[in-house]
């Protein structure tokens, strides 16, 4: 099979006027909340190492509730994140519903 002959019937799923999926059962196209989900905006989670805090610049411990951005890399503790407007934005990571903090 050559590399291409897999992507070969591709097309055929794609209306070309609105770009969305033809087939009602085809996954391919994804929705704005999925987009969202993909590590963007802000969350809260749990601590996967020692860090420190890029507000108040002090230690968390592991394991300990931080506000998250995956896009930027920063990490807040819950003090810094409620003084920096961050906390309305947060939602809840998996890992915080399932541990219940």
Same mark, same amino acid.
């Given at each position: $099979? ?11 799923? #794609?209306?070309?006027? @609105?770009?969305? @999926? #033809? &087939?009602?059962?085809?996954? &391919? +196209?994804? =929705?704005?909340?999925? &987009? ?14 020692? $860090? @420190? /805090? !890029?507000? /108040?610049?002090?230690? #968390?411990?592991?394991?300990?509730? #931080?506000?998250?951005?995956? !896009? @930027?890399?920063?990490?807040? /503790?819950? =003090? ?9 934005? /947060?939602?809840?990571?998996?890992? +915080?519903? &399932?541990?219940?903090?």
């Amino acid at each position: $099979m050559a590399k291409n002959d897999r992507h070969r019937w591709w097309n055929w799923r #794609i209306n070309l006027d @609105s770009g969305e @999926s #033809i &087939r009602a059962d085809d996954k &391919r +196209v994804a =929705t704005l909340d999925d &987009r969202r989900r993909a590590g963007g905006g802000w969350w809260w989670t749990l601590a996967w190492r020692k $860090m @420190s /805090c !890029q507000g /108040c610049l002090k230690w #968390i411990s592991l394991d300990a509730k #931080i506000a998250y951005n995956h !896009q @930027s890399r920063q990490v807040y /503790c819950p =003090t810094c994140a409620e003084a920096e407007g961050v906390a309305e934005r /947060c939602e809840l990571s998996r890992k +915080v519903r &399932r541990v219940g903090s």
